[in-house]
């Protein structure tokens, strides 16, 4: 397995005690694999992504990513992880206004430190695996929100990662352009073996998902894969 959260809590300062954002929980995500979460605002989807992208620290429980336990990691060391191995699409894709949608991928290699000879190729071959090939020069006022979701996706697989956490990748689109989203995180999951694990309140496309976990006041209900 790629991803691994093992019987995490999370809990926050609230007046004289604390709130449970998670409560023991547990999820696998093995590469190649699709898991969404699904539950309603506040039951503690964004608290796990967060956990799961070491963004937050777990009061308690383990987070293992492409076999590194996480709780024995420096801050920095956190950090380049996060570089090197996971992938995090936003809900909104914040593109550089500025910036193209090649220069948009070509500058996660700068932050990576990674050598930058070969970036624009990489970004030009992702942009087309996302259906953009041919807008490759355009900013994102030129492009439409699905373009811009795509771009935020291939942005986030410039750096080749073992785990893909995707926030809410629907809910600024329509029902058809939400479902050709879906539709690509899993062939892009399948193409690239990623542990890829989505949250959203959305449960429209969930048919398209290998398993799906419904999230309740910081608890995990039993796994279900999708009817086919």
Known sequence: MTLLLDDITLTYPDGRGRLTALDRVSLDAPAGSLTAVVGPSGSGKSSLLAVAATLVTPDSGRVVVDGTDTGGLT???QAALRRERIGIVFQ????LPSLTAAEQLQVMTHVSGRAARTARDR???LLDA????DEAGRRPHQLSGGQRQ??????ALMNEPAVLLVDEPTSALDHERGAAV??????LTRERSTATVLVTHDRTHLERT?????MTDGRLAPVLAPSR
């Open 130 to 133: 996302v259906g953009l090939a």
């Open 92 to 95: 909104q894709p914040n593109l």
């Open 182 to 187: 879906l539709d690509l995180l899993v062939r």
């Open 210 to 214: 290998d398993r799906t976990v419904t």
């Open 150 to 155: 795509r771009v935020n996706i291939a942005r």
């Open 123 to 125: 970004a030009l071959g």
């Open 75 to 77: 801050p920095a060391a």
